[in-house]
């Protein structure tokens, strides 16, 4: 049987050979090692014996990989083992060893960054999980800052996202499952939850869903999870999971019973399942003494309801003034209107997301003179022009500005829709209009559901006043106490 021959045999039963040159030419034609200048290979002997080691530049820590291969040389032939589990136990000077045989965990465990030794006559890999990412400071992350409280914050490495978590719960009932999900680019999934907590049919029901995922790839990492687990309707803006890049904000979801997935690559956990009181919830919530924590979150209840209310409330006013009280007719316009209402609501609208993307790809240096010419032009020239009153200029700079008081782009959003669509309705049918817009609102927030399909508005619906009650007002810690 020439090497050929060989090689596909190995490639066909899925298991190394115990020749080394085998399991080279196998490495070589899977791997191209000759062309991919950072996968670097590396022939030596070990106690007479040929040997070789891989492992991918960047990913393994250069320090220890000259100390191993300096010991390696040096074991004598009268020490060296028969078999590689004798290997691993008394000549690998390391703590995270393991042994396999099976071309794919080998495969995978070289691309994740493991180094690999295979010894002629071994009919094992010896893998030796020295790996270490390229990886940023933990810091408060920028989007989820708290005015008390820890300042760290999730990174793109998960191992370091999962230690965060094993800080603040040092509980034997903590578990971290890892699973993988897409064909190529094979992306770490870990799963956290608390063991005597969690409800495991629904656990299973989300294992089941990541091991079935028949992607190409996690592109955009945690959103194409999403998409992969539930499949929602996509005319319902309203998030389905909530997104945290605060460790202490994702223990404390673990704490409570949920499930906390982590992606490598991304800096933040997602929750499941999650409501529309989770979605509005913030740490800073619980940072602060229970009176003010309950003044901030109903603080931000009603900001968010005036973000929704607002515009289409005061159009339909202008449309029929004679639904305005006597002692609130200053708000009619002051001057006359160049542009319908309707008009100058909808070019505001998508101009502050223009703003918004722009900030986003505005360089540092340059933030200060965009935020001066935004204000000039959206203020004082947008009004003298006579394209824009004062009035909705106003209204919708309350709208803009309230709309970052929410942590969760996916719900500022669809509020943004919701008012829109509502704008739209009452411009063309009015008070009926009004009315519609405000029920498809709430029919699509009472008729969503959470991944786990229990309500979205739960414990409004079905009702429970004693847990509404803690939703709504930040109870003391022993009062909160399950």
Known sequence: MDNAERIDREKNSGKISSTLKENMDYMSERLAVDVNFDLVYRIIKIGERDACMYFIDGFCKDELMQKMLQYFMSISKEDMPEDAHEMSKRHIPYVEVDL?????????????????????????????????????????PDKDKVLRGSKDGFVETL??????????????????????????????????????????????????????????????????????LYERKWFNPFPKFKYSERPDTAAAQILEGNIII??????????????????????????????????LRLSRFLITLLTYFLTPTFL?????????????????????????????????????????????????????????????????????????????????????????????????YALKFMRILTLILTYVFGLWGYIGGVIICLLMVVTNKTVSKQSYIYPLLPLSPKKLGARLFRLRLPDARK
């Open 100 to 140: 396999k045989d099976s071309w794919d965990d080998i495969l995978y465990g070289l691309l994740s960054g493991v180094f690999v030794l295979f010894v002629d006559g071994y009919s094992k890999a010896i893998m030796i999980d020295s790996r270490t990412y390229p990886a940023r400071n933990v810091t408060e």
């Open 159 to 228: 191992i370091f996202n999962t230690a965060l978590i094993r800080r603040r719960i040092r509980s034997t009932e903590l578990r971290i499952e890892l699973m993988c999900a897409g064909k190529n680019s094979k992306t770490d999934i870990a799963i956290c939850y608390m063991d005597s907590r969690v409800d495991h049919k629904f656990l299973d029901h989300i294992k089941n869903r990541i091991k079935n995922i028949k992607v190409d790839a996690l592109t955009m990492n945690q959103e194409s999870l999403a998409e992969c």
């Open 262 to 295: 982590l992606v490598d690559n991304s800096p933040s956990a997602m929750m499941m399942p999650t409501s529309i009181f989770d979605v509005i919830e913030e740490a800073d919530d619980y940072y602060f003494p229970p009176i003010t924590g309950t003044y």
């Open 316 to 412: 339909l006013l202008m449309m029929h003034q004679e639904y305005i009280p006597e002692a609130f007719r200053f708000i009619v316009l002051k001057e006359a209107e160049n542009i319908p209402l309707i008009w100058q609501f909808l070019i505001l609208e998508l101009a502050i997301d223009g703003l918004r993307l722009a900030a986003v790809n505005t360089p540092n240096m340059l933030s200060t003179p965009l935020s001066v010419m935004a204000a000039l032009v959206l203020g004082e020239f947008a009004v003298n022009s006579g394209w824009f009153n004062a009035e909705v200029m106003l209204y919708m700079a309350f709208v803009a500005i309230a709309n970052y008081t929410q942590s969760n782009y996916e719900l500022s």
